[in-house]
């Protein structure tokens, strides 16, 4: 020590100098350089937490909802299920096709065990399983031990191959007594369920993780090799220790069971306790923290090598200005004063030091605008977010309050953007994106903003308007330049856009409810064919709130029994006979009264509620037929109609023959009716669908023929029985030539090809005289009667035949 000491006197001033000042500045670039390297690493962190939490939130809630509504719907079949039901296998199987579920949430179907372990019932017949035994079975056994709803350990299915978990509901007597089981089978593989988490996105290479930790096995990944292996052992991963301990949820990193360092978060799921983990690896989260950091670092490296020779030249002749600069540097490391460039009073070795510090500076700087950038903009389209849209709302709300000017939002959605996803990829769908933007970009002023929201919706701030009137040229330019197809990959696509407008302060006076009403305006441009745009107007909220009521309601009439069917006769033009009848359901609401079809049937196709209820509308009406043949009426064709949500969802094949078993209706009893829509666009699906039922002797009609798509070649390959001719043709016959004309050439096409024709909407004598002129073999119409309760119908039926007779 002494004798560096006496070097270090023996050095010449400006040696000692140097040696003294240099490791200060250097110090201080190298604080500076760590210092902001870390507060954006924390920065980072704590935004991809944030963004982690959120999405694994939703996971949660969404499959949590899921297994839920399972549940519930176990809990609603077994509420029925009574001990005297238990003893008869046939009236259990009666009730178990009468409660049938949708294949999406038990593929399967749900079965039935008795006390013993014996299965006495089953929804969908699968080989071996009725009368089986399941007295081994742990979920079995748990049920009859707890008297309580279970969900099973899950273990790798004999059939399907594949992880598989048992739900099950105790089945109890009137003294609360355990006396059976209903239990159903879940997938967690499927897209119904866990399936969809491959289709998550969490960065370039983020995974999911579903563990059931009661049973030490992970029951769902995005990489599949992990499902339904064990769970890492105590000690290996010591994040996930803390959250099965602790119940630690936050963020955290860790190396997984595949070699992998994540940087991850979790949630719990409430209904079955399973733990689900959302990660991002280190190396792709913080790529670009780690490449700026080395930046910086390279920064400070140079700026030290350059300090020092600086200082080395300018030592010689003045040093004062370096020991302030020093001092600065100090308190702004030390915090005590904030960082800011430098002054620069000459341009000589000092200066130059001062501004490469400040170039540092800027460094600094600059990543934090790049940061504030991200936080504020889409990074596919550069265009601003919904926290940047929402901003410039606020400025620009101001200003129209003070100008006494309006602002208009505009709520666009891109039609067809999921088929070009789905069928050229995201890439595709990325840079169709990014030219939309552009071309959105030439549409407006630069006193305007465009926002992106997320996927295929775009926002318009329009501000400095003076009425709605002046958004109709904006909007009219965006439909034709985002009409024009656009060339992605060296192909040309086309697309379309539908626009929801609502104007400040008419509708709304803050961001989030004018962005509802625009989004609601968007949807009924959605409803008017696409390719157009809608205002708001308060109509339209109250129909949202109505139809929110609707459906809510909708869900609970099933069980409360307050649907009814009507029917209204078909007459045989020929004898004057009633030869069959339309079943048409009615909605009874405690409320509202006798609801028809045309306010509630699309709500029930939308939430998927028209398979059960179109299950139950068949099994009431085909029960009724059959119900009025043992009573010695005549003989009637039932009429029923089909929508494509059950073609699509429903096992409508199935759903068919089991009524018709338990009606005991002969087949040719019943005749369905289809809309040329479902022949158009599930052709080949409902077409094997169709002709197996006719080989059972169901009989086939065409709603509202010529409506739509109408087509010689679709009739002939479905081997339809009979067209339904429209109402609109029949209504003006005998006034319009046209409709005249159209009536009488579905007659003679449909006899040619050998079928049958039947009129409805038939009001008048005129109208009558007309159709059989024509040759119609049938007509139904308020001519005739209305649709009508059973017990009206019975009479009528009796009076019609008896004067025919």
């Known amino acids: ?18 040696l003294t000042i240099l490791p200060l500045v250097v110090s201080g670039l190298w604080l500076l350089a760590v210092r902001v390297t870390g507060v954006m690493q924390t920065e980072l962190e704590q935004m991809l937490a944030a963004q982690l939490s959120t999405t694994v939130e939703y996971v949660t809630t969404d499959l949590d909802s899921k297994i839920q509504l399972r549940h519930d719907s176990m809990a609603l079949i077994a509420s029925g299920i009574t001990p005297a039901l238990l003893a008869s296998p046939s009236a259990l199987s009666a009730y178990l096709q009468h409660k049938r579920m949708p294949l999406s949430i038990f593929p399967t179907g749900v079965f039935v065990a008795n006390a ?75 897209n119904h369920l866990f399936g969809k988490l491959e289709s998550i996105k969490l960065g370039q290479s983020g995974s999911f993780v579903v563990m059931a930790p009661q049973h030490n096995l992970i029951v769902s990944a995005t990489e599949q090799p992990r499902v ?57 989260a913080f790529a670009s923290i780690d490449a700026l950091r080395w930046q910086v670092y390279l920064a400070a490296f140079l700026l030290s090598v350059v300090v020092g020779w600086a200082l080395y030249q300018i030592l010689r002749r003045q040093w004062a200005p370096i020991d302030v600069a020093g001092a600065r540097i100090r308190r702004m490391t030390e915090g ?23 170039e540092l500076i800027l460094w600094r700087k600059k990543a934090e605008r790049q940061m504030e950038y991200l936080a504020h903009h889409d990074t596919l389209t550069g265009l601003p977010n919904r926290v940047l849209a929402q901003d410039r709302f606020a400025q620009a709300k101001s200003r129209a309050d003070r100008e006494t000017v309006k602002l208009a939002l505009l709520f666009l959605d891109l039609d067809g953007f999921k088929t070009i996803n789905d069928s050229l990829g995201h890439g595709v769908g990325d840079a169709l994106l990014q030219q939309i933007a552009v ?8 006193s305007d903003t465009i926002s992106r929201l997320g996927g295929d919706e775009f926002l318009v701030l329009l501000s400095d308007i003076s009425s709605a009137d002046d958004t109709a040229p904006v909007l009219l330019k965006v439909l034709e330049r985002l009409h024009e197809p656009v060339r992605v990959e060296n192909r040309e696509l086309s697309t379309s856009v539908s626009i929801g407008v609502s104007i400040y302060p008419d509708d709304g006076r803050d961001f989030d409810t004018l962005l509802k009403k625009a989004d609601m305006a968007m949807y009924r441009a959605k409803d008017a064919g696409r390719n157009t745009y809608r205002y708001f107007d308060e109509q339209m909220n109250v129909e949202a709130v109505e139809q929110l009521a609707l459906r809510s309601d909708l869900r609970h009439a099933l069980e409360r029994s307050e649907f009814v069917l009507h029917y209204q006769p078909q007459i045989e033009l020929a004898t004057g006979r009633v030869v069959g009848a339309e079943a048409l359901v009615r909605w009874n609401h405690p409320e509202r009264g006798l609801v028809l079809p045309a306010r509630f049937i699309p709500a029930a196709e939308e939430s998927g509620l028209i398979i059960p209820l179109g299950a139950w509308v068949m099994h009431e009406a085909c029960r009724q ?35 018709l078993e338990a009606a005991g209706l002969p087949s040719e009893w019943l005749e369905l009716e289809l809309t040329e829509s479902i022949l158009i666009h599930e052709s080949e699906g409902v077409l094997a669908t169709v002709r197996r039922l006719k080989q059972q002797g169901v009989r ?72 059989r002129a024509f040759g119609c073999d049938e007509a139904q119409g308020y001519y005739f009667a209305r649709p009508m309760p059973v017990q009206e119908f019975e009479c009528y039926l009796r009076e019609q035949n008896a004067r025919a007779d």
């Not at 079975?137 to 059939?159: A, D, K, M, N, W």
């Not at 409506?707 to 339809?720: A, V, W």
């Open 1 to 18: 020590m002494a004798t560096m000491v006496h070097l270090f006197k023996n050095l010449s001033l400006k040696a000692r100098l140097l």
């Open 439 to 446: 071309r959105l970009g030439g549409c407006v002023r630069d």
């Open 116 to 190: 013993d372990g014996v299965i006495v019932g089953e929804q969908i017949p699968l080989p071996g399983r009725l009368g089986g035994l399941i007295t081994n079975s742990s979920y079995f056994l748990e049920t009859l031990r707890t008297g309580e709803p279970i969900i099973s350990e899950p273990r790798l299915g004999q059939v399907a191959h594949k992880p598989v978990v048992f739900i099950t509901q105790p089945l109890k007597n009137a003294a609360g007594r355990t006396v059976g089981m209903l239990a159903a089978a879940m997938y967690p593989g499927d």
């Open 625 to 659: 037929a059959a119900a009025w043949r043992r009573a010695g009426l005549p003989s009637l064709v039932m009429a029923v109609n089909l929508s494509a949500v059950q073609f699509r969802r429903g096992d409508v094949e199935q759903t068919v023959l089991a009524v």
């Open 228 to 284: 339904m292996q064990p769970m890492p052992a105590k000690g290996v991963n010591p994040l996930l220790d803390r959250r099965l301990e602790q119940g630690y949820d936050g963020p955290g990193v860790s190396v997984t069971s595949l070699g992998v360092e994540s940087f991850s978060v979790s949630r719990r799921m409430k209904t079955t306790g399973w733990l689900v983990v959302a990660g991002v690896p280190t190396q792709e």
């Open 700 to 771: 086939f009609s065409i709603d509202d023929f010529g409506t739509g798509y109408s087509s010689l070649s679709y009739l002939k390959r479905f081997e339809i029985d009979k067209l339904k001719i429209d109402r609109s043709f029949v209504r003006d016959l005998a006034v319009d030539a046209d409709d005249a004309a159209i009536v009488r050439a579905i007659i003679q096409m449909a006899r040619s090809l050998g079928l049958s024709t039947i009129a409805e909407g038939v009001e008048t004598d005129e109208m009558l005289s007309r159709l």
């Open 336 to 358: 005590r004063e904030p960082f800011a460039p430098l002054p620069i009073e000459r341009k000589d070795e000092i200066g130059s030091l001062l501004d490469d510090f400040n």
